[in-house]
Protein backbone atom coordinates (compact mmCIF):
# COMPACT_ATOMS: atom_id res chain seq x y z
CA UNK A 1 0.00 0.00 0.00
CA UNK A 2 1.59 2.91 -1.08
CA UNK A 3 1.56 6.33 1.69
CA UNK A 4 3.11 9.00 1.93
CA UNK A 5 3.58 10.88 5.74
CA UNK A 6 3.69 14.91 5.62
CA UNK A 7 5.17 16.35 9.12
CA UNK A 8 7.51 18.98 10.56
CA UNK A 9 4.72 21.64 10.40
CA UNK A 10 4.37 24.23 13.49
CA UNK A 11 3.87 27.83 14.92
CA UNK A 12 6.72 29.85 13.47
CA UNK A 13 7.55 33.63 13.56
CA UNK A 14 8.42 35.65 10.43
CA UNK A 15 11.96 35.11 9.64
CA UNK A 16 12.04 31.49 10.97
CA UNK A 17 12.54 28.13 9.80
CA UNK A 18 10.94 24.92 9.24
CA UNK A 19 11.64 21.13 7.58
CA UNK A 20 9.03 19.71 6.11
CA UNK A 21 9.32 15.70 5.39
CA UNK A 22 7.55 13.78 2.89
CA UNK A 23 8.07 9.72 4.28
CA UNK A 24 7.20 7.35 1.53
CA UNK A 25 6.24 3.71 2.75
CA UNK A 26 4.99 0.73 0.39
CA UNK A 27 7.33 1.96 -2.63
CA UNK A 28 10.52 3.69 -3.35
CA UNK A 29 10.03 7.65 -3.66
CA UNK A 30 13.32 7.70 -5.63
CA UNK A 31 11.72 6.19 -8.25
CA UNK A 32 9.27 9.38 -8.89
CA UNK A 33 9.12 13.25 -9.19
CA UNK A 34 8.00 14.43 -6.17
CA UNK A 35 5.99 17.71 -5.28
CA UNK A 36 5.02 19.96 -2.40
CA UNK A 37 2.08 22.23 -2.82
CA UNK A 38 0.61 24.34 -0.34
CA UNK A 39 -2.81 25.44 0.29
CA UNK A 40 -4.16 28.41 2.64
CA UNK A 41 -7.91 28.86 3.51
CA UNK A 42 -9.62 30.52 0.64
CA UNK A 43 -7.28 30.65 -1.58
CA UNK A 44 -6.52 27.69 -4.62
CA UNK A 45 -3.79 25.08 -4.29
CA UNK A 46 0.10 25.87 -5.32
CA UNK A 47 2.57 23.96 -6.28
CA UNK A 48 5.84 25.30 -4.31
CA UNK A 49 8.59 23.13 -5.84
CA UNK A 50 9.43 19.60 -7.44
CA UNK A 51 12.22 17.43 -7.65
CA UNK A 52 12.80 14.89 -10.43
CA UNK A 53 14.62 16.18 -13.33
CA UNK A 54 16.29 18.98 -11.02
CA UNK A 55 14.59 20.85 -8.70
CA UNK A 56 11.96 23.63 -9.80
CA UNK A 57 10.40 26.51 -7.44
CA UNK A 58 7.77 28.72 -7.18
CA UNK A 59 8.62 32.21 -7.95
CA UNK A 60 6.83 32.90 -4.49
CA UNK A 61 9.67 30.49 -3.04
CA UNK A 62 12.61 30.74 -4.40
CA UNK A 63 15.81 31.31 -3.25
CA UNK A 64 13.83 30.30 0.35
CA UNK A 65 13.03 27.03 0.15
CA UNK A 66 15.07 23.80 -0.38
CA UNK A 67 13.47 20.59 -1.76
CA UNK A 68 16.21 17.68 -1.15
CA UNK A 69 15.92 13.54 -0.90
CA UNK A 70 17.50 11.19 1.31
CA UNK A 71 16.79 7.88 -0.45
CA UNK A 72 17.82 6.05 2.63
CA UNK A 73 15.14 7.15 4.59
CA UNK A 74 12.43 7.00 1.43
CA UNK A 75 11.99 10.84 2.54
CA UNK A 76 11.94 14.38 0.46
CA UNK A 77 12.26 17.37 2.54
CA UNK A 78 11.10 20.71 1.86
CA UNK A 79 13.10 23.12 3.96
CA UNK A 80 12.06 26.74 4.59
CA UNK A 81 13.38 29.69 5.37
CA UNK A 82 12.68 33.50 5.60
CA UNK A 83 9.25 32.18 6.38
CA UNK A 84 6.46 34.85 5.94
CA UNK A 85 2.87 35.18 6.89
CA UNK A 86 1.86 34.27 3.19
CA UNK A 87 3.58 31.01 3.42
CA UNK A 88 1.10 29.82 5.95
CA UNK A 89 -1.23 26.93 5.25
CA UNK A 90 -1.29 23.01 4.55
CA UNK A 91 1.96 21.49 2.81
CA UNK A 92 1.19 18.25 1.15
CA UNK A 93 3.57 16.27 -0.83
CA UNK A 94 2.68 14.01 -4.14
CA UNK A 95 3.86 11.82 -6.74
CA UNK A 96 2.34 9.79 -9.59
CA UNK A 97 3.67 6.87 -11.47
CA UNK A 98 3.83 9.30 -14.87
CA UNK A 99 4.51 12.90 -13.18
CA UNK A 100 7.31 14.71 -14.65
CA UNK A 101 8.22 18.49 -12.50
CA UNK A 102 8.36 20.19 -16.15
CA UNK A 103 4.81 19.24 -17.00
CA UNK A 104 2.26 22.28 -17.96
CA UNK A 105 -0.83 21.43 -15.47
CA UNK A 106 1.13 20.98 -12.44
CA UNK A 107 -1.33 18.60 -10.66
CA UNK A 108 -1.96 16.12 -13.53
CA UNK A 109 -1.32 12.57 -12.50
CA UNK A 110 -0.76 12.82 -9.15
CA UNK A 111 -2.02 9.67 -7.59
CA UNK A 112 -0.25 9.83 -4.24
CA UNK A 113 -0.50 12.66 -1.76
CA UNK A 114 0.34 12.88 1.75
CA UNK A 115 -1.04 13.39 5.02
CA UNK A 116 -0.42 16.93 5.10
CA UNK A 117 1.11 19.58 7.63
CA UNK A 118 -0.02 22.85 8.97
CA UNK A 119 2.67 25.72 8.48
CA UNK A 120 1.60 29.09 10.70
CA UNK A 121 3.62 32.33 10.38
CA UNK A 122 2.71 34.64 12.54
CA UNK A 123 4.04 36.89 15.30
Known amino acids: QFQLANSGGGLVQPGGSLKLSCAAS????????VTWFRQAPGKERERVSC?????RYSDSVKGRFTISRDNTKNTVYLEMNSLKPEDSGNYSC???????????????????WGTGTLVTVSA
Open 26 to 33: GFALANYA
Open 94 to 112: ATGSFYFCSQTDVEFGLNY
Open 51 to 55: TNEGT
